[in-house]
């Protein structure tokens, strides 16, 4: 997916700051709906003005291997939650710069499915009356962490559209039992077993049955 194209990139500056989220709590609303939309655009618009300035052609594979994975949640109307409490000091970790300090943090949790729930944390500043989300401003090391991560994701999901291109009818069939009756752990166990791939690719599998 090209989540940031020439056009995004050349327009960051001119997103502006006279609609948005006017509470920390707003923010959880505003990125559900752009999940929900599939527009990326909309999604980088909650970046804070500052990290949005971080988003260059150097930078862009670590933006997007964010933005990218987020765009694939799905999120039922209505079925979210969030809470909000003071931010504490963001990780320091190698590669990773904060343009600057977040003082909210946001938990937003949604089920995506039976047996299933995601939580997505979020650092929040503002600006104004307005709220963002903060995101780190990438340095070498991160990009190249990126870079490994998504050849990692496009790995896994090769191996997992294998699998179920492969998978027999009798085992899909007992598979699906076990997710009708509430029991997708054992389904994604059972899978693994059967076939001796990852616990990680069964449960990508399992997602898609």
């Known amino acids: 997916m090209r989540v940031l194209g020439m ?10 700051q006279a609609s948005g989220p006017a509470t920390p709590e707003q ?13 990326t655009q909309r ?3 909650l970046l804070h003005p500052q990290t949005r300035a971080c988003m260059t052609p150097e930078t862009k594979e670590y933006f997007d291997w964010i933005i990218s994975r987020q765009m694939k949640y799905v999120i ?3 079925k979210f939650a969030a809470a909000v409490r003071p931010a ?5 970790a190698l590669g990773l710069d ?11 949790d949604f089920s995506p499915g039976p047996d299933r729930g995601i939580s997505v944390v979020m650092l929040l500043a503002n600006v104004g009356p307005r709220w ?19 050849e990692e994701s496009r790995r896994q999901d090769e191996r997992a559209r294998g699998l179920l291109a492969r998978m027999p009818d009798s085992l899909r069939d007992d598979l699906l039992n076990m997710i009708r009756n509430g029991r997708r752990v054992d ?10 791939e990852e616990l990680v690719i069964a449960r990508m599998v399992v997602d898609t049955l």
């Open 76 to 78: 039922l109307d209505g």
């Open 88 to 92: 504490d000091p963001p990780p320091n």
């Open 7 to 16: 056009f995004t990139l050349a327009c960051i500056a001119c997103f502006g």
């Open 27 to 39: 923010v959880a609303k505003y990125f559900v709906d752009a999940i929900q939309s599939g527009s």
């Open 98 to 108: 904060y343009p600057v300090t977040p003082t909210r943090q946001l938990q937003v």
């Open 132 to 150: 963002y989300e903060v995101l780190p401003c990438p340095g070498p090391d991160a990009i190249l962490g990126a870079r490994y991560a998504q």
């Open 187 to 196: 389904a994604i166990r059972r899978l693994a077993e059967a076939t001796g």
């Open 43 to 45: 999604r980088i618009e």
